[in-house]
């Protein structure tokens, strides 16, 4: 099983980014996934989260109204589109099941907002 997050970079304040989550090895459509992030010094924490048929979506606090989660089930992929992005959102952004024991985490993808 290997999670590959991709889609990060650096972009200034107000900017927009859109993540994507591809699973190799294994079938993210019965699995309830989510989004997180880990900045420099912080634990590791959710950002969103999106039901295996996507209808259901949650978002912690920081992040609602600016990120919406999406999921492709066809094509085994996940988004998180990510508006109005401040440099309090600048972490490594991982995808993972959102219940339950992890799967590996993936490498991660960068975002950089600057000020």
Do not use: H
């Amino acid at each position: 099983v290997q999670l590959v997050e991709s889609g990060g970079g650096l972009v200034q304040a107000g900017g927009s980014l859109r993540l994507s989550c591809a699973a190799s090895e294994t079938t993210l459509s019965t699995i309830t996934m989510g989004w997180y992030r880990q900045a420099p010094g912080k634990e590791r924490e959710l950002v969103a989260g999106i039901s295996s048929g996507g209808r259901t979506t949650n978002y912690a606090d920081p992040v609602k109204g600016r990120f919406t989660i999406t999921r492709e089930n066809a094509k085994n992929t996940m988004y998180l589109q990510m508006n109005n992005l401040n440099p309090e959102d600048t972490a490594v952004y991982y995808c993972n099941n959102f219940y339950g024991l992890k799967l590996p985490w993936g490498q991660g993808t960068q975002v950089t907002v600057s000020s």
